[in-house]
């Protein structure tokens, strides 16, 4: 479910009248994503998605991750290009929400990761960190490490009845985190995604029938943070099997392939398995609250907490970078 704000064909034609796109041919709602409203729009013009952005979405950060958007395909990266109007304006306002017009990305997110994503994934991080590098707005992360007490504090009263212990677990868990996170200045820092999961990364079959990455989408959680964060989320996200066992083949095969483009620094190799863990508390903690705060009969999918509470745990007795294909 992702279309909260339903758009009429009257509404959808007076604001498309703004831009130069010619003719309306097709509409439709998206039904995949869970923060915003997505449509899928033909015009004479070509293929676009709408995104008619919702509550979880600070309007006035909307010009950072558009702004950033642009910069990165001007940098040669495939990732959604925000569209103007004929006035030069991309972000406008449609059924009372603030909207924009994005470039369709061809390609398909793979719904069962194979060994033969890992270096292409890789591949197109490192790339995304390397095209983010001159685009100098910062946006801080405000899913970071000083959100996640807070967080906790807002499941505390409902976490304990989805798992008996839990809150106890993550207190101790996200302390040990803290106290261990690397120092402000000792990792480089940049534009990161920090949400690129399967179901952000386009592939498409290359000349050799093997996966190629067409696109990166969902930049709304982007922001200004350690690079390699943005790794450990994609060793979170992409390198467990359905079993539940990490991986450690498709983590190499990430690994390797992001630092032919871009090398890890020593503190980046030896932070990796904190920035894992502390990747693995924030979607446990975003996931637990969504879980316990969601109404019943939400037309919302939810997503499992304790998927990442047991990758927390993996992570916390993993023995060194190492273990993590590094
Ligand atoms: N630029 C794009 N090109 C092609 N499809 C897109 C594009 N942007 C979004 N989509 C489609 O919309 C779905 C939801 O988009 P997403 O940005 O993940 O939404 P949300 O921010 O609500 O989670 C994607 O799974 C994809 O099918
Ligand atoms: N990737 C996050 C949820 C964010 O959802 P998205 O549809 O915006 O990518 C998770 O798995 O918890």
């Not at 395909?73 to 009372?96: K, M, S, Y």
């Not at 029938?209 to 992409?238: H, Q, R």
């Not at 390797?256 to 932070?271: C, V």
């Amino acid at each position: 479910m992702a279309v909260y704000t339903e758009v009429t064909d009257e509404a959808l034609r007076a604001f498309l009248a703004a831009y130069p796109l010619g003719g309306l041919l097709a509409f439709r709602g998206i039904a995949e994503g869970v923060e915003n409203s997505n449509y899928a729009l033909k015009t004479e013009a070509g293929d676009f998605i709408l995104t008619l952005y919702e509550k979880r979405v600070d309007p006035a950060e909307l010009p950072w991750f558009l702004g950033l958007m642009e910069h990165l395909a001007a940098h040669g990266l495939r990732c959604p290009q925000p569209v103007q109007a004929r006035d030069g304006v991309a972000l406008r306002q449609l059924a009372g929400r603030p909207a924009a017009i994005c470039t369709f990305l061809p390609g398909v997110w793979p719904r069962r990761v194979r060994p033969e994503h890992g270096a292409p994934l890789g591949e197109a991080l490192a790339r995304l960190h390397a095209a983010g590098a001159e685009f100098t707005a910062e946006r801080p992360n405000g899913l970071g490490p000083a959100s996640w007490g807070p967080l906790l504090d807002r499941c505390r009263s409902g976490g304990d009845a989805v798992q008996p212990g839990l809150i106890a677990e993550l207190d101790r868990r996200l302390a040990a985190i803290l106290a261990a996170w690397p120092a402000p200045g000792l990792l480089p820092v940049g534009q990161i995604h920090a949400d690129l999961f399967p179901d952000n990364v386009f592939f498409l079959p290359g000349a050799d029938g093997k996966p190629e990455v067409s696109g990166l989408i969902d930049f709304y959680f982007a922001c200004t943070d350690l690079l390699a964060y943005d790794i450990a989320v994609c060793l979170n996200a992409w390198c467990f099997d359905a079993d539940g066992a990490y991986n450690v083949t498709r983590a190499h095969a990430v690994l390797a392939a992001y630092q032919r483009i871009r090398p890890l620094a020593a503190e980046e190799r030896a932070a990796l398995p904190v920035l894992c863990r502390g990747a693995a508390i924030r979607f446990l903690l975003t996931r637990l609250y969504d879980w316990t705060a969601t109404p019943a009969g939400a037309l919302v999918t939810r997503k499992d907490p304790m998927e990442y509470l047991a990758k927390l745990r993996f992570f916390a007795a993993a023995e060194g970078p190492g273990a993590l294909g590094l």
